[in-house]
């Protein structure tokens, strides 16, 4: 009866909807990268969950900013020395108005999510368990913010707390989350996760680290006992006490959050798990596509293996996509990235053993927003060496052929008019310079071919 009261009474509901409208303003009227490859929204439902945490740079502040206006009540309304009269201990009151604030603002967070949960059903993603840490965490983010913000409120019931408060946590919440962008220039820094808003997950197989979830689960455990330890507290010493479990929970987090930021996200166990016929291998998010795969791809490894050192497998690249550096390459193994190249998930047969075949089995040096139409012109060339045509690649630079055909084709014309022995030393060659992403491609089929 009381909690309801509360809830009527308090800003406990509009918390909660300002949350889910502004998330939802995000997601649905602005083209942000969540609907983008190689992480979109609908891909996997703990990809949903990153993104949500990546929105709270925006979201907590609400959260903070709400929670500091509700805490102001009792000192608008004049009522501090009449409730201070009373019997009934701080805590009682407390513990019904941090629940009405928190459980709000929880449950408008936790309705975000579940508008995603419906778009990736609707789209056929990937659905695990594995959100649920993710989810957790962030959740308990939007609570311990919100009390944290009803601490301060009660503390300095002035018009300017609230604005001043949300604005604070905003430029904070930005400032750790550049510190954990590889594009940013801040140093990487464990401070950055006291705020829990994450940097934008680079591939839809990954989710947050042991690591993350647990320091973070610490902070924001001892942020929320302090926050309501301190809106409960009607005494210094009471208030002095308060500040221990955030003090505490500071303590254990710093030693337990990851030193780097390679160590932020890991492989999602479930949506990475392999799933192999033979030698060809993909990920149980994209078990579909391993029917498709498996026949172009051993036809594939059978034309490869005339080189030496061919590679014997063919295996989804399921690591997130590095931001400035190559993707990963190995000597043994021909990586195919479905997450990047989105063309592979609807390819046919020729298309998927082109792909294998790009590059002789060896990726591209060049991130895939950086150019290099040397690069890709020389895994056409290398592809059409095993297939003897020359077609455009299934990825993102099939527009760019149409474009530069004509170069391309020359240089196609020279390399096929060169004896057999050359041609293939030649791809052995280029197959080394991708290996060790040292060289020219294009110059080592073709010399003067880039110029």
């Known amino acids: 009866m ?3 009261i509360e809830l009527r009474r308090s800003i406990a509901p509009w918390a909660g909807l300002a949350l889910l409208v502004v998330a939802l303003c995000f997601l649905f009227l602005m083209p942000g990268p969540w609907w983008k490859v190689p992480a979109p929204l609908t891909a996997n439902t703990t990809t949903t969950a990153l993104w949500l945490r990546f929105l709270l740079v925006f979201l907590w502040p609400i959260a903070v900013g709400a929670g500091a206006i509700q805490g102001m009540r009792d000192s ?6 009449l409730l201070a009269t009373t019997s009934r201990p701080g805590w009682h009151r407390a513990v019904r ?13 936790l309705l975000v999510f579940g508008v995603g949960l419906v778009e990736v059903l609707g789209h056929g993603g990937f659905v695990s368990v594995s959100f649920v840490p993710v989810v957790f965490v962030a959740m308990l983010a939007v609570v311990a913010g919100s009390w944290a913000g009803l601490a301060v409120g009660r503390l300095l019931p002035h018009p300017l707390t609230a604005p001043a408060l949300a604005v604070l946590t905003l430029v904070a919440s930005i400032v750790a989350w550049a510190s954990l962008e590889a594009v940013f220039t801040l140093p990487y820094s464990r ?4 705020a829990p808003a994450l940097g934008e997950p680079r591939g839809a197989l990954v989710t947050t680290s042991t690591a993350v979830d647990l320091g973070q689960i610490a902070w924001f455990a001892g942020l929320a006992a302090t926050g309501f330890l301190l809106l409960a507290a009607n005494s210094v010493r009471a208030r002095l006490l308060g500040l221990l479990p955030v003090v505490a929970g500071a303590a254990i987090a710093l030693p337990v959050l990851p030193a780097s930021a390679p160590a932020l996200l890991t492989l999602d166990g479930i949506a990475a ?12 998010a994209h078990e579909d596509r391993l029917a498709a795969l498996a026949g172009p791809g051993r036809e594939a490894l059978a034309m490869l293996a005339k080189l030496p050192g061919a590679p014997t497998r063919v295996e989804e690249q399921a690591g997130p996509t590095p931001v400035l550096g190559p993707a990963v390459r190995d000597p043994g193994v021909v990586y195919l990235n479905f997450q990047l190249n989105d063309v592979l998930l609807t390819a046919g047969a020729d ?31 290398a592809a059409a060496y095993f297939t003897g045509e020359l077609k455009p690649l299934p990825e993102f630079g099939a527009k760019w052929f149409l474009s530069e055909s004509g170069q391309v084709d020359r240089a196609w014309a020279t390399f096929r008019a060169l004896p057999a022995e050359v041609q293939r030393a030649r791809v052995i060659a280029l197959r ?9 491609p294009l110059d080592t089929l073709v010399p003067g071919a880039s110029r």
Do not use: K, N, W
């Open 76 to 81: 608008r309304s004049g009522v501090v020395e």
């Open 273 to 284: 798990q392999e799933v192999c016929d033979g030698p060809i291998c993909v990920s149980r």
């Open 351 to 381: 298309d998927l053993r082109l792909a294998v075949l790009s590059g002789a089995g060896v990726p591209s040096c060049v991130h895939p927003y950086g150019g290099g139409g040397a690069d890709l012109a020389a895994r056409m060339i």
């Open 432 to 440: 080394q310079v991708l290996l060790t992403c040292r060289g020219d």
């Open 191 to 194: 401070l950055g996760l006291l």
């Open 97 to 109: 108005l941090a629940g009405a604030v928190g459980a709000s603002s929880a449950l408008g967070f």
């Open 2 to 4: 009381i909690f309801r």
